[in-house]
């Protein structure tokens, strides 16, 4: 069947958005708070490409197995955004956005995916498999465990503190066999459903496209953290706002336009998996493998965070196990995810 019309003239507009991207970050003269912009608007269409593509390829798949394709590479540009920002030495950024993706997914994204699909039901009720929330949660009370265990070392200053970077390379390592752990068997679990709208697009097409897109993500994050810190001054933000909401959201559009898009489709399923599996992919892969790779670059990352985002981390795994641990959730249910994020957004900004 092709392309339609409409998503042909989105593919172009987003080309066009990403070019001019590039033009406003080396021509002389431009604004910063205008290059932010553009960097941001292609972004948010370079993940919208990434989404389209993955789900033609995830259509010959199951819902475990098409989820974790659109969160692993829907968070390719976050990966960029954060590599470039520790090379920039905008640490608190760095962190920052890795936390604000885990509480965007977790609270925002997975709250609208909720009223999403919960108001397209007659009872008012969104259903889903259970398995994937409960998981989820696992995974992020364990990242969160060392997380804890090193804010409360520097809390009490005890010898341990003062090996910071190395606990949290173990920890990586550690969290990242339990996430492949997890992982093998969570897809081996996968079922392949029958009947469905077919994939519109041949498997080269999708895999040129996810080419293309994920390799301007990797440039068009390299604009878009060199025009974030003059944004910053300009517009008098703080950088934890910057990083848990505008960078976290920027990073993670594949999550926001997708789940909500499956959600209203009424493919439950598939729309929790979206969202829960970036949740978990953050947590206890990205952040993890990152904390390894930052031994690369000029700044290392490590799990030491600020104390009131450690609070926010724990306090949003239980709510989302509380939530979504029956594999029923409600508008109300939603809006009380949504509404945490703004209070936590809120805190951020005078950070």
């Not at 996968?190 to 990797?218: F, K, M, Q, W, Y």
Request: net charge neutral; aromatic share 8%; proline share 3%.
């Amino acid at each position: 069947m092709g392309l339609s019309k409409l998503e042909r003239a989105i593919l172009v507009a987003i080309a066009l958005v990403t070019a001019l991207a590039g033009v406003t970050r080396y021509a002389s003269g431009v604004s910063t708070v205008l290059a932010f912009v553009i960097a941001t608007l292609a972004l948010a269409g370079l993940a919208w490409i990434v989404s389209f593509a993955t789900d033609q390829v995830g259509r010959r798949f199951g819902p475990a197995i098409t989820g974790f394709m659109q969160s692993t590479l829907g968070n390719l540009p976050e990966f960029f955004v954060v590599i470039f920002a520790l090379n920039a030495g905008q640490l608190v950024v760095a962190q920052t956005a890795i936390l604000g993706s885990i509480l965007v997914n977790a609270l925002l994204v997975l709250g609208l995916v909720i009223i999403a699909g919960a108001v397209r039901e007659r009872d008012g009720i969104m259903r889903f498999n259970p398995r994937l929330p409960n998981d989820t949660a696992t995974l992020l009370l364990v990242a969160s465990f060392i997380i804890v265990l090193i804010g409360l070392t520097f809390s009490s200053g005890d010898p341990a503190s003062h090996h910071s970077e190395a606990i949290s390379i173990i920890g990586a390592v550690a969290i990242l066999i339990v996430y492949g752990t997890w992982l093998r068997q969570y897809l081996g679990s996968d079922e392949i459903p029958h009947g469905g709208e077919p994939a519109r697009l041949a498997i080269a097409t999708s895999v040129v496209l996810l080419i293309c897109a994920g390799a301007a993500s990797a440039f068009v994050s390299d604009w878009f953290v060199h025009a974030l810190q003059p944004t910053i001054h300009t517009l008098h933000i703080s950088q934890s706002f910057a990083g848990l909401v505008i960078v976290a959201i920027a990073g993670n559009a594949v999550e926001n336009v997708a789940g909500i898009f499956l959600a209203w489709k009424r493919r439950s399923d598939l729309a929790i998996s979206v969202v829960k599996n970036s949740v978990a992919q953050i947590a206890a892969f990205l952040y993890p493998l990152l904390v390894l790779v930052s031994l690369l670059t000029p700044t290392a990352l490590t799990f030491r965070i600020a104390p009131v985002y450690i609070g926010a981390l724990i306090g949003t795994a239980v709510l989302v196990w509380q939530i979504t641990g029956d594999g029923e959730a409600t508008v109300f249910e939603g809006a009380a995810l949504i509404a945490t994020f703004v209070i936590l957004a809120t805190v951020a900004a005078f950070e």
